[in-house]
């Protein structure tokens, strides 16, 4: 991502039902997701129109839905879902870093978090396929 634009996302915060043990499952935790997305900006800025970059409204939202309507044993997985999510869902994302934390974990030591970082670049379609249409393909004016 050395040299590209980027959409971040920092600090957004959800309660959700992850972890390894059943009681972690039923209890629940606080989660943070910061991303930073590779998005050429250019059409945007040249535009000033919203369909032609990604909402980062609609990413978040995205997250979030994820994050609290599945459960996960690990962070990895949850992580990995939500990487393949954005990139199935909003085409121009050619990059994505993605941090989620457990915030105050249940463990032996004291710590504010723990936490995954999961860098991923959109494989290259097929050659000779046709990629499907994504919602972030819907033109949006507002």
Not at 6 to 35: C, K, N, P
Not at 49 to 74: P, W
């Amino acid at each position: 991502m050395s040299e590209t634009d980027s959409i971040l996302i920092d600090g957004l915060e959800f309660y959700a039902y992850h972890g390894a043990s059943d009681q972690e499952q039923t209890v629940g935790h606080r989660y943070r997701v910061d991303v930073r997305l590779a998005v050429d900006t250019r059409p945007a800025a040249r535009s000033d129109h919203l369909h032609d970059t990604v909402s980062y409204s609609r990413v978040a939202k995205r997250i979030v839905e994820i994050g609290t309507s599945e459960q996960f044993r690990l962070l990895e997985a949850l992580a990995g879902r939500l990487i393949a999510t954005l990139f199935a869902e909003f085409a121009p994302i050619q990059e994505i870093r993605l941090t989620v934390k457990k915030l105050c974990p249940p463990m032996n030591a004291i710590v504010a978090s723990v936490g995954v970082e999961i860098v991923r670049r959109r494989e290259a379609p097929e050659e000779g396929a046709i990629a499907p249409l994504s919602a972030s393909d819907e033109r949006i004016d507002s």
